[in-house]
């Protein structure tokens, strides 16, 4: 099965910040990959697709890039309402649809 | 607007069969380059994808769960429903619906979970 390793998995850091979230999958999976922020006790929400493609109404301090097995989600200038966790996704149709184990971004 | 709600149990004993229902409105699951999947996420722990499907009724399922799952539709219902057999207590999670759409980015087809619902907590104790 194919597995996708975030790092780092704890993430301190300060409001305007800019900081960088990696995504490592265990085979090339071209450009088939998503990012999901998750607040507490809320449902994931969408940030970007297919790598690097912003989700609608997502801000542009939110960029991705990345192809093959290396992924990063780049927040430019934290602002307060991004203290949370992110999730890397998978979605190559010919393989399962696997989540990293998340990054979790803490205020310093 | 496009809204999804998770329903079912709260409870479930250990060997017992879950069923979870998932209504959507916003959208059609008739529609072509749509879908609905289901992903759980553990107390404390990460995001599990559990199974998919989508308009034209392909399915799919995580292939450590595939012998537990059942993903079907009713597109007259709005509603996606996942049974899953013989649950334990690590399978004590909140269980989440969300839509699947499939867009086109410079020629290439991506798949990405869009809009999620709510979730729904299930435990599982005897």
């Known amino acids: 099965d194919i597995q996708l390793t975030q790092s780092p998995s704890f993430l301190s850091a300060s409001v305007g910040d800019r900081v960088t979230i990696t995504c490592r999958a265990s085979q090339g999976i071209s450009s088939y990959l998503a990012w999901y922020q998750q607040k507490p006790g809320k449902a994931p929400k969408l940030l970007i697709y297919a790598a690097s493609t912003l989700q609608s109404g997502v801000p542009s301090r939110f960029s991705g890039s990345g192809s093959g097995t290396e992924f990063t989600l780049t927040i430019s200038s934290l602002q307060p309402e991004d203290f949370a966790t992110y999730y890397c996704q998978q979605l190559n149709s010919y393989l399962p649809y696997t989540f990293g184990q998340g990054t979790k971004l803490e205020i310093k | 607007q496009i809204t999804l709600k998770e329903s079912g149990p709260t409870l479930v004993k250990p060997t017992q069969t879950l069923t979870l229902t998932c209504t959507f409105s916003g959208f059609s699951l008739s529609t072509s380059g749509v879908g609905v999947g289901w992903i759980r996420q553990p107390p404390g722990k990460a995001l599990e994808w559990l199974a998919l499907i989508y308009w034209n009724d392909d399915k799919r399922y995580s292939p450590s769960l595939k012998s537990r799952l059942t993903i079907t539709k009713d597109t007259s219902k709005n509603q996606v429903v996942l049974t899953m057999t013989n649950m334990d207590p690590v399978d004590t999670a909140t269980y989440y619906c969300?839509?699947?759409?499939?867009?086109?980015?410079?020629?290439?087809?991506?798949?990405?979970?869009?809009?999620w619902g709510q979730g729904t907590m299930v435990t599982v104790s005897s």
């Open positions: 969300a839509r699947i759409r499939i867009t086109m980015v410079q020629g290439v087809y991506f798949d990405a979970f869009d809009i």
